[in-house]
């Protein structure tokens, strides 16, 4: 008999090696352990940056702080985990910025689709005093925002047909898909308009939601895609990269408050190159997830401009109704910063 081996998938792209871990060591103020919970898998950016925060501490503190990481929502949901945050009950977690408008309403400025057309930009919104502004203002809601980081570009994937078209969502006489979102009325707006039944769900039940055909897609980017193998029940993939989202890596206040000024330097400086490092992980990921998701049998439709114009123009009603109620100056801050990254 022969033995025929399958090809196997590499589980990572060639990834950078995070930064060499440098500065100070901080002094001896107690040992703690941190708790944190994230959405993703152990092979996302998510996860592997969140490994190098631990490690940051864990080496400038003599191994006095600790940051044990649970993937795969296993301490729950990311509004749980908030919950949990501002309760005391978790120490860290590591959201999208979506589900944290309840917050900080002012995030929603980023579910608005397509006002960030490429990583630079987006990357020098993250890095502008309006989205520190954005981090301040969590100040006495019971948890401390860190930084921002890449969750990325979502692309549309679902299990009935190929989308190329706004027309192939909301499905005319077929019918529109039923998709998954996150708990964010921007988000459900945009798909409501696209002619879609939008069903905001927690991620972690979403795979299991679509296995039984209880949606007939979600929205993600192509690391989420791959990591948590959601091409196992999802045929058709399409570029859509409507909106892009950011990640927040937090901490609950009550952990912050515990810590000696001299860890909480130390966790703040860790939390910015952990998020710088995640963001280089995810612009790795990208297109490599894509392209692996192809070879592992999904159907991918990358759109032309004109296809993605076409959703531009459809999805306007999403600004007519959101950008009064998030501020049409703070949607034309960020206008600017964008601008400024296109004319360089
Ligand atoms: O840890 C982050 C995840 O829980 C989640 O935010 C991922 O984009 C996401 C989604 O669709 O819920």
Same mark, same amino acid.
Do not use: C
């Given at each position: 008999a022969t033995l025929t081996l399958g090809m196997a998938h590499a589980q990572t792209p060639d990834l950078s090696e995070?930064?060499? @871990? =440098?500065?100070?060591?901080?002094? =001896? *103020?107690?040992? *703690?352990? @941190?708790r944190m919970g994230i959405g993703l898998a152990e092979t996302s950016p998510q996860y592997l940056s969140s490994q190098y925060f631990a490690d940051i501490l864990a080496e400038r503190s003599d191994g006095r702080l600790t940051v044990n990481v649970f993937p795969n929502s296993q301490l729950g949901d990311d509004v749980q985990m908030m919950e949990m945050m501002q309760t005391g009950t978790l120490d860290m977690s590591y959201p999208s910025s979506s589900p944290a408008t309840t917050y900080v309403p002012e995030l929603a400025a980023f579910d608005l689709p397509f006002l960030l057309p490429t990583r630079e930009a987006a990357v020098a919104v993250m890095n502008s005093d309006v989205a520190q502004g954005m981090l301040d203002a969590f100040d006495g809601s019971g948890i401390k925002a860190l930084a921002f980081s890449e969750n990325g570009y979502r692309q549309l994937s679902n299990s009935v047909r190929p989308v190329e078209t706004p027309e192939d969502v909301g499905g005319l006489d077929m019918g529109g898909l039923t998709i998954r979102t996150m708990e964010n009325p921007v988000h459900l707006s945009i798909w409501e308009t696209l002619g879609a039944n939008p069903t905001p769900m927690a991620f972690g039940e979403l795979f299991s939601a679509m296995e039984q055909g209880v949606v007939d897609g979600q929205e993600n980017p192509w690391s989420t895609i791959l990591t948590s193998n959601f091409h196992e029940v999802q045929e058709y993939g399409s570029e859509t990269r409507h909106v892009y989202t950011p990640f927040i890596l937090m901490m609950s206040e009550r952990t912050w408050d515990d810590l000696h000024p001299e860890y909480q330097e130390l966790v703040q400086e860790a939390a910015r190159k952990s998020a710088a490092y995640e963001i280089q992980l995810a612009t790795e990921y990208d297109d490599w997830a894509r392209n692996q998701l192809e070879e592992r049998g999904m159907q991918i439709t990358r759109l032309n401009d004109e296809q993605i114009a076409a959703f531009q123009e459809a999805v306007q009603p999403v600004y007519d109704e959101w950008a009064p109620e998030i501020g049409e100056d703070l949607i034309a801050d960020i206008r600017e910063i964008v601008d400024e990254t296109m004319n360089d």
């Amino acid at each position: 008999a022969t033995l025929t081996l399958g090809m196997a998938h590499a589980q990572t792209p060639d990834l950078s090696e995070p930064p060499a @871990i =440098d500065g100070e060591m901080v002094g =001896d *103020h107690g040992s *703690h352990t @941190i708790r944190m919970g994230i959405g993703l898998a152990e092979t996302s950016p998510q996860y592997l940056s969140s490994q190098y925060f631990a490690d940051i501490l864990a080496e400038r503190s003599d191994g006095r702080l600790t940051v044990n990481v649970f993937p795969n929502s296993q301490l729950g949901d990311d509004v749980q985990m908030m919950e949990m945050m501002q309760t005391g009950t978790l120490d860290m977690s590591y959201p999208s910025s979506s589900p944290a408008t309840t917050y900080v309403p002012e995030l929603a400025a980023f579910d608005l689709p397509f006002l960030l057309p490429t990583r630079e930009a987006a990357v020098a919104v993250m890095n502008s005093d309006v989205a520190q502004g954005m981090l301040d203002a969590f100040d006495g809601s019971g948890i401390k925002a860190l930084a921002f980081s890449e969750n990325g570009y979502r692309q549309l994937s679902n299990s009935v047909r190929p989308v190329e078209t706004p027309e192939d969502v909301g499905g005319l006489d077929m019918g529109g898909l039923t998709i998954r979102t996150m708990e964010n009325p921007v988000h459900l707006s945009i798909w409501e308009t696209l002619g879609a039944n939008p069903t905001p769900m927690a991620f972690g039940e979403l795979f299991s939601a679509m296995e039984q055909g209880v949606v007939d897609g979600q929205e993600n980017p192509w690391s989420t895609i791959l990591t948590s193998n959601f091409h196992e029940v999802q045929e058709y993939g399409s570029e859509t990269r409507h909106v892009y989202t950011p990640f927040i890596l937090m901490m609950s206040e009550r952990t912050w408050d515990d810590l000696h000024p001299e860890y909480q330097e130390l966790v703040q400086e860790a939390a910015r190159k952990s998020a710088a490092y995640e963001i280089q992980l995810a612009t790795e990921y990208d297109d490599w997830a894509r392209n692996q998701l192809e070879e592992r049998g999904m159907q991918i439709t990358r759109l032309n401009d004109e296809q993605i114009a076409a959703f531009q123009e459809a999805v306007q009603p999403v600004y007519d109704e959101w950008a009064p109620e998030i501020g049409e100056d703070l949607i034309a801050d960020i206008r600017e910063i964008v601008d400024e990254t296109m004319n360089d």
